[in-house]
């Protein structure tokens, strides 16, 4: 496994897919009850955009750069973006990228519990260290599908699973549909995101994605579909009035971060 995500961290795929996960995370904690976070292909945690893998590629620039010291008065976007200067509290200007697995802990209350699964062994390494001594994270280096098997259903009857793949492989649309089917058999009312990228030459695996995904999706409930620039979003078991929410949320992003 070669993937790194350092060379895009911060980009537009990011902010759109953090800024999606802040609100549906924001929707689940209107109920008190426990929430059961699982992050299947968790990262480092912290990306320092001055690095040079970073530097090579410069994608933050069109991303979270663009909305960093901009003004919303959409609650998610206001959360994104707290939570991106909190990271970077100790530095003058942006330099760090918070992670998916960063993002979600801040969010978290004390009655919830998060799982990270990497598979890139050093990723993983920096991972456990940027959760040490945190009693509400683990951290397993693992395959991210097989960690659908091993660590659902929850104790808790609530639980948010994102997979967001670094579609490295060919087959990583099958490998999602393929995941999917055991994860809904061990946790139906999980809900779930999932980050893809849309390419030209990928569209027709797109299509099929979609036509396995409406196959395995029967008893689903409330399934959302975002598509912003190159980039896509599924959420299967989407709290009540989730795309309400996320209306405002997409149109800034697709005014602000456009160009």
């Not at 003004?71 to 330099?95: M, V």
């Not at 799982?115 to 009693?135: G, P, S, V």
């Not at 639980?159 to 087959?171: A, M, R, S, V, W």
Request: positive net charge; aromatic residues 10%; proline residues 5%.
């Amino acid at each position: 496994m070669n993937y790194r995500h350092i060379y895009h961290s911060g980009n537009f795929a990011d902010v759109f897919k953090h800024c999606v996960l802040i609100t549906l995370v924001r929707s689940l904690l209107k109920k008190d009850s426990p929430i059961f976070f699982l992050d299947t292909h968790a990262g480092i945690g912290k990306y320092d955009l001055t690095s040079e893998l970073a530097q090579k590629t410069r994608e933050y620039e069109t991303g979270v750069a663009r909305i960093y010291n901009l003004c919303s008065d959409i609650p998610a976007i206001q959360t994104y973006q707290n939570i991106i200067h909190a990271t970077n509290a100790h530095s003058k200007t942006l330099r760090f990228y918070p992670g998916s697995p960063l993002i979600m802990r801040q969010l978290m209350r004390t009655q919830d519990h998060m799982i990270l699964t990497e598979l890139h062994q050093e990723d993983a390494k920096l991972l456990k260290r940027c959760f040490y001594h945190d009693k509400q994270v683990a951290v397993h280096l693992t395959n991210g599908y097989h960690g659908l098997k091993a660590f659902l259903p929850p104790k808790q009857r609530r639980g948010l699973i994102l997979i967001d793949p670094p579609f490295e492989e060919k087959n990583e649309f099958e490998q999602i549909i393929t995941g999917l089917q055991i994860a809904l058999k061990r946790f139906p009312n999980g809900a779930y995101i999932i980050w893809y990228p849309i390419k030209a030459k990928d569209l027709i695996k797109i299509k099929n994605f979609y036509k396995k995904l409406k196959t395995i999706l029967t008893t689903s409930k409330n399934i959302v579909n975002l598509e912003l620039n190159s980039c896509g979003l599924v959420i299967i078991n989407a709290p009540w009035q989730l795309e309400l929410e996320l209306k405002p949320v997409i149109s800034w992003l697709g005014r602000t971060l456009a160009g």
